[in-house]
T-cell receptor, first 112, second 117 residues
Framework: SQKIEQNSEALNIQEGKTATLTCNYT??????LQWYRQDPGRGPVFLLL?????KEKRKERLKVTFDTTLKQSLFHITASQPADSATYLC???????????FGGGTRLMVKP | GAVVSQHPSWVICKSGTSVKIECRSLDFQATTMFWYRQFPKQSLMLMAT?????????EQGVEKDKFLINHASLTLSTLTVTSAHPEDSSFYIC?????????????FGAGTRLSVL
């Protein structure tokens, strides 16, 4: 069965540093992968989408890479700020009807 | 743009009663909406896909007679939890699929916290 793994342990970093979150998947070849941010008690907010033929995508302080050989995506936040503290979810398309399968999320804590 | 409103944000009900949750796309039309369920410290689990004007498609293990979905217009989908029981207590989140260049992106509501006593 398809499996998406994100580090379940919280990632604690110092303000100003670069945060790197990992998303690994098995048994699937998604056409695209997405990253969402979720704050406690709120719905996820879309951040970035990267397609299988794209190696890297950037948006302001965010950068996403997609390695279809390793079956891995890395999500980077540069110059991190305490306001970046949240849970970050990766999601893969299931190839039908734009349905997504979500990873368990990684909680990021940026300390001032 | 691409705002999804979900209501109510929080509801407490007695066991055996039914609860309706609304999901509205405010500034765009959504042919497809999705309903998820999320338990504490866990990820989103897809319950069903809601398509305007047709019956919802439920994921394996989700009781369609218990979780009634209606997508009567391009801007509104509703989820009714019928005869709710304490084990139905959870965080329910809807999303609407964007159109055009955002056709692969899901825009989420703020979620509904359901507590069944």
């Amino acid at each position: 069965s398809q499996k998406i793994e994100q580090n379940s342990e919280a990632l604690n970093i110092q303000e100003g540093k670069t945060a790197t979150l990992t998303c690994n998947y098995t048994n699937y070849s998604p056409a695209y992968l997405q990253w969402y941010r979720q704050d406690p008690g709120r719905g996820p907010v879309f951040l970035l989408l990267i397609r299988e033929n794209e190696k890297e995508k950037r948006k302001e302080r965010l950068k996403v890479t997609f390695d279809t050989t390793l079956k891995q995506s890395l999500f980077h936040i540069t110059a991190s700020q305490p306001a970046d503290s949240a849970t970050y979810l990766c999601a893969l398309d299931l190839g039908a009807g734009n349905m997504l399968t979500f990873g368990g999320g990684t909680r990021l804590m940026v300390k001032p | 743009g691409a705002v999804v409103s979900q209501h109510p944000s929080w509801v407490i009900c007695k066991s055996g009663t039914s609860v309706k949750i609304e999901c509205r796309s405010l500034d765009f039309q959504a042919t497809t909406m999705f309903w998820y369920r999320q338990f504490p410290k866990q990820s989103l689990m897809l319950m069903a896909t809601s398509n305007e004007g047709s019956k919802a498609t439920y994921e394996q293990g989700v009781e369609k007679d218990k979780f009634l979905i209606n997508h009567a217009s391009l801007t509104l989908s509703t989820l009714t939890v019928t005869s709710a029981h304490p084990e139905d207590s959870s965080f329910y989140i809807c999303s609407a699929l964007g159109g055009g260049s955002a056709k692969n992106i899901q825009y989420f509501g703020a979620g509904t916290r359901l507590s069944v006593l």
